[in-house]
Structures are given as structure tokens and as C-alpha cells.
Nanobody, 123 residues
Framework: QVQLVESGGGLVQTGGSLRLSCAAS????????MGWFRQAPGKEREFVAS???????TYIASVKGRFTISRDNAKNTLYLQMNSLKPEDTAVYYC?????????????????WGQGTQVTVSS
């Protein structure tokens, strides 16, 4: 059984930083792409960042230069380093895994999802 478990969310002030982690079990994701999505209250789930099996990355424009997605294949863990946080970054953040190798921004192309972790940025 595949499980993705996020951690690292919390409450932070504007300009602060958080590092999200996503621990995978039941499947080795080193050969597959993974991604981060977020969903704010009353809004649709939104793509944040994705990383291919070779480490290539892509980001939504609003987080470029502030967020960094990375992976540690030895630990089967995905990360999202978030710096210079803004109130509009407030959302539940979800980790997702694909059964394909290339990064992708469409949530319909992800097969596995975590339960989410809350990130709240106060102004």
C-alpha cells in the first residue's frame, strides 16, 4: 500500500520560511516524478512545483525564486523549501506521486496523494 505523509506545515509570519517533507512508503519513487500542490479555502487545488526522476524542476510563476522542490531518493522523501512566504501562500499543501518520469502540473496526472499539511502565513 502506497502512502505519502506530509509534515512541516505550521504558522509563520510574512517573510518567514518553512520546509515541507513528504515521506513515501510502499513504493520507491526515485524513478518517478513527484509534485506539490496546494488548496486554499474556497479555491481549486493549484499546482506549485514538480520534479522529474532526473531532478528537473518546474514551478508555478508565483513561487519561482522563493520555493525549491527537491528529493532524497535514498530516503524516498520529497521536500519543498519555502522562503519569503506571503499571506497568499496560505493553503493546505499536498504531496503527490506519478507513475511516469517527467514532471507535470496537472493534478489528474498524479496517482498518489498525501493527506495534506496546513501552511498559514500571517500578515
Amino acid at each position: 500500500q502506497v502512502q505519502l505523509v506530509e509534515s512541516g506545515g505550521g504558522l509563520v509570519q510574512t517573510g518567514g520560511s518553512l520546509r515541507l517533507s513528504c515521506a513515501a512508503s510502499g513504493r520507491t519513487f526515485g524513478n518517478y516524478a513527484m509534485g506539490w500542490f496546494r488548496q486554499a479555502p474556497g479555491k481549486e487545488r493549484e499546482f506549485v512545483a514538480s520534479i522529474s526522476w532526473t531532478g528537473d524542476t518546474t514551478y508555478i510563476a508565483s513561487v519561482k525564486g522563493r520555493f525549491t522542490i527537491s528529493r532524497d531518493n535514498a530516503k524516498n522523501t520529497l521536500y519543498l523549501q519555502m522562503n519569503s512566504l506571503k499571506p497568499e501562500d496560505t493553503a493546505v499543501y499536498y504531496c503527490a506521486g506519478r507513475t511516469a518520469r517527467n514532471y507535470n502540473s496537472d493534478p489528474r496526472n498524479y496517482d498518489y496523494w498525501g493527506q495534506g499539511t496546513q501552511v498559514t502565513v500571517s500578515s
